[in-house]
């Protein structure tokens, strides 16, 4: 997608040890967030971030977080990874909370699985 | 890209027939209401959206009605193609908190 990107694509990793996911964006959005998304869930979201170094928790943010030390990058680290953590992790971004902002452009996602 | 084997409920449609797609979202206090398409492999891409202040608003192909009555959301595709072949899914959110998804419905188009 367009502007986003993220990183790696597809990972394997033991349980135990830590992970980190990259977004990165070249739009200067403000607000970036990390959904998973899960057979019979949809999409959760797990962290979100208004700006440099300002982020919040969603709804299912145990086990992990997150940092953004630049506009452009948005991490999440699964601090020691667990099977229910085996996912597809999404990243979003978006200009503003307010329409006509509200449309988050997604990337493409990463395809994570904790063995 | 990535996308999810969800369990999801089907609808099937044959190629050239309208499709009525529906979401029941889950707070009354929203105020804004969106709805994706999430191809195979693909992220959720934006369709059409719509504020509580309105019922109905109509795009390309496309008409999203609301029913705030009985919190229900739809989304209708006009001439269904082979294209629209996704995942659908609802999204809410009130004032500036992050969107709410719904856990999506698969529409198969049938040729």
């Known amino acids: 997608d367009a502007g986003i990107t993220q990183s790696p694509r597809h990972k394997v990793t033991e349980t135990g040890t830590p992970v980190t996911l990259r977004c990165h964006q070249t739009e200067n959005h403000r607000y970036m967030y990390w959904y998973r998304q899960d057979p019979g869930h949809g999409l959760r979201l797990i962290h979100y971030s208004y700006g440099v170094k300002d982020t919040d928790k969603g709804e299912v943010s145990d086990g992990y977080s997150v940092s953004r030390s630049k506009t452009e990058d948005f991490l999440l680290t699964l601090e020691s990874a667990t099977s229910s953590q085996t996912s597809v992790y999404f990243c979003a971004i978006s200009a503003g909370t307010r329409s006509p902002y509200y449309g988050y452009t997604f990337g493409s996602g990463t395809r994570l699985t904790v063995v | 890209g990535e996308s999810v084997g969800l369990h999801l409920p089907t609808l099937s449609v044959q190629e050239g027939d309208n499709s009525i797609i529906n979401c029941a979202y889950s707070?009354?206090?929203?105020?804004?209401f969106i709805w994706y398409k999430q191809e195979s492999g693909k992220g959720p891409q934006f369709i059409i959206d719509i504020r509580s202040n309105m019922d109905k608003r109509q795009g390309q192909r496309v008409t999203v009605l609301l029913n705030k009555t009985v919190k229900h959301l739809s989304l209708q595709i006009a001439a269904t193609q082979p294209g629209d072949s996704a995942v659908y899914f609802c999204?809410?959110?009130?004032?500036?908190?992050?969107?709410?998804f719904g856990k999506g419905t698969r529409l198969s188009v049938i040729a």
């Open positions: 999204a809410e959110n009130k004032g500036n908190t992050p969107l709410v």
């Open positions: 707070n009354s206090a929203s105020d804004y």
